[in-house]
Every structure is written in C-alpha cells, then in structure tokens.
C-alpha cells in the first residue's frame, strides 16, 4: 500500500502564489509516476501535472503551463506543486496520486493511489 497526504492548501488571492506538498509512505516505488489533479464543484476531476521521482520526466496540463512547477525530492519521498499567478478558475480540491505507469499519464485511471486532498481556494 501507498499513502499520500497533500497539504498546503489555502485561501489566496488573484495573483497570489501557493506550494502543496504530497509526502508519500509505504510501498512506494522509484519507478512510479507522481501525478497532481484538481476538482472543482460540479466538475470532472482534471490533470495538473506530473513527474518521475528523477525529475526527467515531466508534463503540465495546458491551463497552468507556466505558471505551476511540479517537483519531486527523492529524499524526503515528497512531491510539490508551485503554483504562481493563481487565478479564480483554479479554485479546487488538490489532489495528490501515484502511479505504475510510464510516459504521459493524464487520465485518473492511470493512478492507483490517492490523497485526501486539500483545498485551495482563488478569491479575486
């Protein structure tokens, strides 16, 4: 099993910038993909971005390309988001996922593991 706990979620406004975090415990693998998604009311969960454990592999969602950074600190077994310039649309529950898969993975059912997630809310 593979435990995954997002924090840094928060109220920010317009323009404002944010850092959510996802330690990871238990069987992870360095083979896995680390993914983010977010979920807003009424609305599908959709692909943020990703990353390989090595850093080498990395895709962003057209939304937030240049504005979000995803990163992953083998070490600490921690993945990050940082999102600057953040707008009201990007107002969601974050979520944090892991995968055993390889190359693109934007699809939830490329994950197996979950967090709880975290809030975060864009006030303009």
């Known amino acids: 099993q593979v435990q995954l706990v997002e924090s840094g979620g928060g109220l920010v406004q317009a323009g404002g910038s944010l850092r959510l975090s996802c330690a990871t415990s238990?069987?992870?693998?360095?083979?896995?993909?680390m993914g983010w998604f977010r979920q807003a009311p009424g609305k599908e969960r959709e692909f943020v971005a990703q990353v390989n454990w090595s850093g080498n592999i990395i895709y962003y969602a057209d939304s937030v390309k240049g504005r979000f950074t995803i990163s992953s600190d083998v070490g600490k077994k921690t993945v990050y988001l940082q999102m600057n310039n953040l707008v009201p649309e990007d107002t969601a529950v974050y979520y944090c996922?892991?995968?055993?898969?390889?190359?693109?993975?934007?699809?939830?059912?490329?994950?197996?593991?979950w967090g709880q997630g975290t809030q975060v809310t864009v006030s303009s």
């Open positions: 996922a892991a995968g055993n898969v390889v190359g693109v993975a934007t699809k939830p059912t490329n994950y197996d593991y």
């Open positions: 238990g069987r992870t693998s360095s083979t896995y993909t």
